[in-house]
């Protein structure tokens, strides 16, 4: 269910960050001519032919160096190796083969994984290269010229690509399945949740953080419907993320939130809201997603009094001022404390994400609030509002058409969003409003 990976390996300076680059459209990897200059993997998400993947750029591969950053650097490739559909070897066709692209060569021989050799900074017209048919030596794959600065040649690689990739996983997900993405910071019980919805040890749990290294499916069906639960690697702060593993665990849990429904962000009550959390949730709001924060270990709390769920949510309330429309749940997946009601709450913020409201209705609504509340003038010019309309879902996106985007000041927008919200419900799930000025073509 999860986008297909392509990895974009090869020894240093070779011009893989600057294929990225060119391929995903955009200058997301830096681009020297200093060997070892990426040394995170980098990913991105890329389209072609109707079709969405995921590609990801590795710092360059010195298998014999015993040097600690380009030992880890060859680690990173290898997991990225591991993760990947398939792998596209980069080499240089003005430098020829050498002894690294051999070494290379058999690392991806013995992955098992198809293989295309990506033949870079073939630039000139014409006839190829005499040196390009050298790397048929290497033997592990199809040749493709490729000039990664000019562009030339990306579109046949990505078609020799897209002979190995599978795109159908998605369509295997029965109609109806809600994906539920189970996120957070490392150790706060994410694993051990799943384990109690599913009756069963399906994950390991341990008390040592970072244990879940991939993200794990688990199909879940009761009498409120059918889930697939995606128990995830902790989310950590970059700077904390010593271990390569650790990489390849983010680049998991950021997709697993990608192809998620809802995403039930796992906090620890006996530490309380962090600045990760925020992380965590934040790119879960970016990216569209119905959300509940369900913090976890409420039966480690103690001292509780009448009053302690009332004065721990308020403090939440502040913490998630940024996605003021999350719902919140105390539970415990040790003892199984009120777990059992996180499927209506799931069920309620997949169908509020999902809603679609009639033009009609919008209009009505549009009508009594801005009689209610005036739009906002400036310098005698006053705002106008012509019409809403909603033109998607997941999230619920709203256009917004006016005489003058200048006038239309955020906490006006943020008028109209809580009222959007308290008119139909839209409790869980990020809105979107688009503001456009009539007859211009522009937000």
């Known amino acids: 269910m999860a986008k297909p990976v392509i990895a974009v390996v090869g020894r240093p300076n070779v011009g893989k960050s600057t294929l990225f680059n060119k391929l995903v459209g955009q200058r997301v990897a830096i681009v020297e001519d200093t060997p070892g200059v990426t040394r995170d993997r980098i990913y991105a998400d890329c389209e072609w032919r109707g079709k969405s993947f995921t590609i990801v750029d590795t710092g360059g591969i010195e298998p014999a160096s015993d040097d600690i950053i380009l030992s880890q650097m060859r680690r990173q490739a290898e997991l990225a190796i591991r993760s990947a559909d398939i792998t596209i070897l980069v080499v240089d066709v003005k430098s020829g083969m050498t002894a690294t692209d051999q070494e290379v060569a058999e690392m991806l021989r013995k992955s098992g994984k198809p293989v295309i050799v990506c033949v870079n900074k073939c630039d000139g017209v014409g006839d190829l290269p005499d040196d390009f048919y050298e790397f ?22 990505l078609d020799a690509a897209f002979e190995h990739l599978n795109f159908e996983d998605d369509e295997e997900v029965e109609e ?57 690697a902790g989310l950590r702060k970059k700077s904390k993320i010593l271990d390569a593993i650790e990489h390849y665990s983010v680049l998991r849990s950021l997709m697993a939130v990608d192809r998620a429904d809802v995403c039930v962000i796992v906090i620890d009550a006996t530490v309380g809201f962090t600045e990760q959390d925020s992380k965590v949730a934040g790119y879960a709001h970016e990216q569209g997603k119905a959300c509940i924060v369900a913090v976890n270990k409420w039966d480690a709390v103690e001292d509780k009094t009448g009053h302690t769920m009332k004065e721990f949510t308020d403090k939440l309330k502040q913490d998630f001022s940024f996605m003021s429309y999350v719902p919140f749940i105390f539970i415990s997946a040790k003892t199984g404390q009120r777990v059992d009601n996180l499927f209506p709450m799931i069920r309620d913020v997949y169908q509020q994400n999902g809603i679609r409201i009639t033009t009609g209705v919008l209009n009505d609504l549009l ?13 005698g010019k006053r705002l106008k509002i012509y019409y809403m309309t909603q033109a998607s879902t997941n999230p619920p996106t709203f256009v917004i ?43």
């Open 136 to 157: 048929y030596n290497l033997g592990i794959g199809d040749l493709i010229p490729v000039s990664s600065v000019h562009g030339h040649g990306t579109g046949d690689l």
């Open 401 to 443: 058409f006016c005489n003058n985007h200048e006038l239309f000041h955020f906490s006006y927008q943020r008028y109209i969003e809580n009222q959007i919200r308290e008119n139909f419900g839209l409790q869980g799930t990020p809105i979107r409003l688009i503001i456009r000025e009539r007859g211009k073509d522009k937000d």
């Open 176 to 232: 109806g399945t809600i994906k539920v993405a189970v996120i957070g910071k490392p150790n706060v019980g994410k694993s051990s949740l799943i384990n109690y919805i599913a009756g069963e040890d399906r994950l390991i749990v341990s008390d040592i953080a970072g244990t879940t290294r991939d993200s794990t499916d688990t199909l879940i069906e009761n009498e409120t419907g059918k889930y697939i639960f995606i128990d995830t």
């Open 367 to 379: 009508g009594y609030i801005t009689a209610r509340v005036q739009p906002p003038s400036d310098k």
